[in-house]
């Protein structure tokens, strides 16, 4: 198996990859301040950490989609330097992401071969890549998949055989996996498992990320931890170290941040009541409530369906089972026309793409949501709006205060003050939030915590979803914890730590 993979001969005792004090920057943030990592032939080498630890980065950096800012990258014993994915690629290195780059309308042979053609004297050869791909899935044990079919035909765990069977035909000596479970069921998992053996029996190295510990249990060798872009742990062996202490790593330390104070007592007055909410193949049987004046915070893993639930409770996703009710009305599901005349406001989560109209100035984004208020015989009044976004602004400390300023020239932190202006000025009874720190610098998160937990005093009830969890802790009244699509605990805000939090989330446990 070893020729029909053409793994080039490796020193199993030194690494095949090292990264050293890897530190990248992007716009008023640090990625990575400071990673260090390696992996050996033949071993797989889990890498974990919380949502917003890094994992991400580092692995577009060691897959040559990103450059580090300073650091080095040492491959096969030599500093390397990869200026793009396909560089990466040629020297050996393979990404496989949880959003698998197949392509739906080629064959299993096209895509394996997809960008590094079989062909002769300049012409592709089609008998020559269906069958070197079928050389690939029997060596990887999938013989029953065929070079010639459609790939679109396939299963996501079909697909993900096709996407490792393209590394092996480049020649991949080190093979990164982001997430390869999250749209496996139990079989799948096991082959996938199977698979992975297969290859570092090869002498290939595997970088495995996934949030399941009980994965990592089974399938890692050592494991590298990561908090706030910075190695906590690395090479640890996954066998010796209890997975308690795992989580205690992940956690850590925090900043010097405080949360403000509590509304003292929630109103009893029921604004927004989720029942048997569903979205088929995503989530199901969703059932709270939330008070006037109350924040609830949902907590759970990027993919476990917690972003989902929000954009159908506001109508973006229309809801295939349950009801969502406000006040005395029953919301139209798919609607977010009806979502925001009956009070609900929504900050997504990608604020730039989702939320903002970039190239407009800012007070035509505070505006936005109710410009048939502002208008007289289909003509908006400048004067009236200009007033509107100035009282924003200065409410919020939304700087530089210029109505006219184009909202792209501001900074993540003005922005997302922006999107909470918008709706404070629409008179919003129930206010979404999704990630609303995220992208934010220390300073404009604790004025964001103050604007939401000033909202909260006036009556409004806020659902907020945050990938940091003690942000979760730190704002929320209740949590619901959420995990492959279930609502799995509801608990007081101050009946649940962080590190019990963080173990449900990862483990899905009710306890």
């Not at 706030?228 to 941040?257: C, E, F, N, Q, Y």
């Not at 007289?376 to 700087?399: T, Y």
Request: net charge negative; hydrophobic share 40%.
């Amino acid at each position: 198996m070893a020729n029909l993979f053409h793994v080039v001969a490796v020193d199993l005792a030194k690494p095949l990859l090292t990264a050293s004090n890897v530190v990248k920057h992007f716009p008023g943030a640090k990625a990575l301040d400071g990673v260090d990592f390696d992996v050996f032939p033949g071993e797989v080498h889990c890498l974990i950490g919380q949502n917003g630890a890094g994992k991400s980065t580092l692995i577009k950096i060691l897959s040559g989609a990103h450059r580090p800012d300073s650091g080095t990258i040492t491959w096969k014993g030599k500093e390397r330097s990869f200026l793009n994915p396909l560089a990466a690629l040629q020297a050996g290195i393979a990404t496989i992401y949880q959003e698998l780059d197949i392509v739906d309308g080629l064959t299993v042979a096209e895509n394996i071969f997809l960008g590094h053609e079989q062909s002769r004297l300049g012409f592709t050869q089609p008998m020559d890549a269906n069958q070197r791909a079928g050389e690939i899935l029997t060596g990887l044990g999938h013989p029953e998949i065929s070079p010639s079919e459609e790939v679109g035909s396939l299963s996501a765990a079909g697909k993900q055989i096709v996407s490792i069977a393209r590394a092996l035909s480049q020649d991949a000596q080190l093979i990164i996996m982001d997430e390869p479970s999250a749209m496996l069921d139990g079989e799948e998992v096991a082959n996938l498992f199977r698979l992975v053996r297969t290859l570092t029996a090869q002498g290939i190295g595997v970088i495995y990320i996934s949030h399941r510990l009980a994965e990592i249990r089974e399938i890692g060798g050592r494991m590298t931890v990561l908090k706030d872009g910075r190695t906590v742990a690395s090479g640890l062996s996954v066998a010796d170290t209890p997975m308690s202490d795992v989580i205690s790593m992940m956690v850590g330390h925090k900043g010097s941040i405080s949360f403000p104070p509590r509304v003292a007592d929630v109103s009893e007055d029921v604004v927004l009541s989720v029942r048997g909410l569903g979205l088929d193949g995503v989530f199901s049987d969703v059932t709270f409530d939330v008070h006037a004046g109350e924040i609830v915070g949902l907590a759970g893993l990027v993919g476990s369906g917690r972003s989902e639930i929000l954009e159908t409770i506001y109508g973006a996703r229309r809801a295939t089972s349950g009801e969502v009710v406000m006040g005395d009305h029953r919301m139209h599901h798919g609607s977010v026309n009806d979502a925001v005349s009956n009070g609900m406001g929504l900050c997504p989560e990608e604020r730039k793409s989702q939320g903002l109209l970039l190239d407009e100035p800012m007070v035509r984004n505070i505006t936005l949501s109710m410009f048939s208020r502002l208008a007289k015989v289909g003509f908006v009044n400048n004067s009236a709006e200009e007033s509107v976004a100035i009282r924003q602004a200065e409410d919020l400390s939304i700087r530089p205060a210029e109505p006219d300023r184009l909202t792209r020239t501001l900074s993540g932190g003005n922005q997302q003050k922006i999107l909470l202006g918008r709706w404070l000025a629409h008179g919003t009874k129930v206010l979404i939030l999704d990630e609303p720190t995220r992208g934010v610098d220390v300073g404009a998160r604790a004025e964001a915590y103050q604007v939401i937990r000033d909202l909260a005093a006036t009556g409004v009830a806020i659902l907020l979803v945050s990938s940091e969890l003690d942000e979760v802790l730190g704002l929320a009244d209740r949590v619901l914890v959420v995990s492959d699509g279930r609502v799995v605990r509801i608990a007081d805000a101050h009946d649940i730590d962080e590190n019990s939090l963080l173990n449900i989330v990862m483990e899905g446990n009710t306890q």
